[in-house]
């Protein structure tokens, strides 16, 4: 008979790593980011502020792309970030450190500088559950950027991501999975976790997500109430096979599908 392995305590580098691994794709982001702030105003953004930043991995790459760039990452939580600084800010030279800046703060504060890009990625926002929360924040970031300033946040849904159900994505040393615990249709909140499996053991609810789910049409209504001028809603391509191909283009209507992930542009 063979013994179950006992799960212990994954450590803070650990955790994190894997995290990283298996859900950021930051250079698609920048890429993404880079291409379409140049088809809106002629040139390239020079400037990013990282909201919900964590380890602030996208705005250490940020820098290094070009030597008039400029980030900051934000973050409430110490524990990302000194992850962060210890495995992303080390990998700047010492010019590159001289742009980027950790900020251990809340995005609702203000802030002594304007950026031409804010992001809030991982769909972190989804943490105000309130109208009038993510109103106050939207303003804030109206606030933030500079005239020729542009919001980009990602999004998701779909039929499944409102059912209880574990989803195992397998990578090169573990698996990771996304389990939607609980949904409640009444006040649209959800209850999330992320697990990861490693050398035969499983540790469970290494990150927690007690969210509201929002939709692309409350969030754009939010916008333009927070003062921005226009939004644009991104939509993901297609494969043959049905999976999407990791190309976004602008659209206002789409078919509802078992699962999506989508980009909205607003623009100060």
Known sequence: MTKKKMASALTVEEKHRLYEDSVQCHEADIEFINKEYKRLFKRDPLSLREDFGGTAAMACDWVKQDATRTAWGIDLDP??????????????NEEEQTRMKYIEGNVLDEFDFKSDVIVAFNFSYFCFKKRKQLLEYFKKVHQGLKDEGTFFIDLFGGTECFQPMEEKTKHGTHNYYWDCDRYNPLTGEVLYYIHFKIDGVKHKKVFTYDWRMWSPAELREILEEAGFSKSIIYWEGDEEDGTGDGEFYPSEDEENCDSWVTYICAIK
Do not use: A, F, V
């Open 79 to 92: 524990e990302p970030i000194e992850y962060g600084k210890k495995h992303h800010y080390t990998r700047l």
